[in-house]
């Protein structure tokens, strides 16, 4: 976990939050901090021993929590998990779709059906659990004051499909049209139920299942390597914040919004020249500029 946060620890009270992908990495550190701003959590994934440990280490913390075995990609365990999460907790205030799978490869070595199987968890199972849950997020839903605004989902994303990257057509075609969803619910969704629809693009975040997979300890590169503008990896907590002011009263009007949470690492440029060369040189290469003369044929 980061430092503090700025947020009162009650800006969640009394809501109930389900994280698919909750289990560890970045969902886990959501979880948390929901839970520690006076939420109760239910935590999705697929392997019962990471999400015993996590159930554990979060109600270590005070947190309620409890954990649901089930696979995004499958509808009756969309299914299966909302209700019971209802059922046990009275309602469902944020789903957080953090379910993701991913791996390095090149675009010829990568099968029709590797390419379908991160579609299938990234795309669809974000689909299969916004669908799963609509009934019980939407105003006036199951256990909620008729008076009460609808719920929040919150989508994580990537920067992948932000131009192009290497060995991750797969993934940036899956979080391309995770954004598009997003955009899509925000708008229909927001207009017929009053829920939200938001996602958040992570940038590289140290001590994740993600970083291990795209920058591995084999060929690790630094921040400076990554071309961070901010010079350091980004911290589980800096996410999880975001989270946050999304889910609490702070979020209330954004809707349909890509929050971009990256030190600014996709605006990442080489520099074309050094300032010291820019301010002894700049002038000069302007003055040129301006006397040459273009060739007729040019002009
Ligand atoms: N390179 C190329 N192809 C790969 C691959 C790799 N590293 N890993 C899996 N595939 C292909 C398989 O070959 C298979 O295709 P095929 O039937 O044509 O051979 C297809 O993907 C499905 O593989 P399978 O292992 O059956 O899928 P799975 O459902 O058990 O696992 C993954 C899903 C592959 C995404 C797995 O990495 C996963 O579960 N990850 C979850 C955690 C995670 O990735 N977190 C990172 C978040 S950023």
Known sequence: MGEGSPFKD????????????GGSGIGLEISTQFGLHGASVAIM?????????????????????????GDVRKKEDAR????????????????????????????????????????DIDTLGTFTMCHAAVE??????????????GGLIISISALLHYGANWYQIHVA????????????????????YNIRCNAIAPGPIADTPGMD??????SELSAEQLGIPLRRVGEKWDIAMSAVYLAAETGKYVNGHVLVVDGGSWLAKPRP??????RQFGRAIEQRSRTTKLPSSKL
Do not use: C
């Open 80 to 119: 299966r998990v909302v209700e019971t999460v209802v059922n046990a907790m009275g309602r469902l205030d944020i789903l957080v779709n953090g379910a993701a799978g991913n791996f390095l490869v090149a675009p010829e070595d990568l099968s029709p059906n590797g390419f379908k199987t991160v579609m």
């Open 213 to 218: 997979k795209l920058n591995p300890k084999e």
């Open 45 to 69: 994934g697929r392997r019962r021993h990471v999400l015993d440990e996590a159930v554990a280490s979060l109600q270590s913390l005070g947190i309620q929590a409890m954990a649901l075995e």
């Open 10 to 21: 009650t800006v969640l009270k009394g809501k109930v939050a389900l994280i698919t992908g």
């Open 273 to 278: 020249i050094s300032k010291g060369q820019l």
């Open 136 to 149: 019980y997020l939407k105003k006036g839903g199951k256990g909620k004051d008729p008076a009460e605004i």
């Open 173 to 192: 075609a899956a979080k391309a049209a995770v954004d598009s969803l997003t955009r899509s619910l925000a708008l229909e969704w927001g207009t017929d």
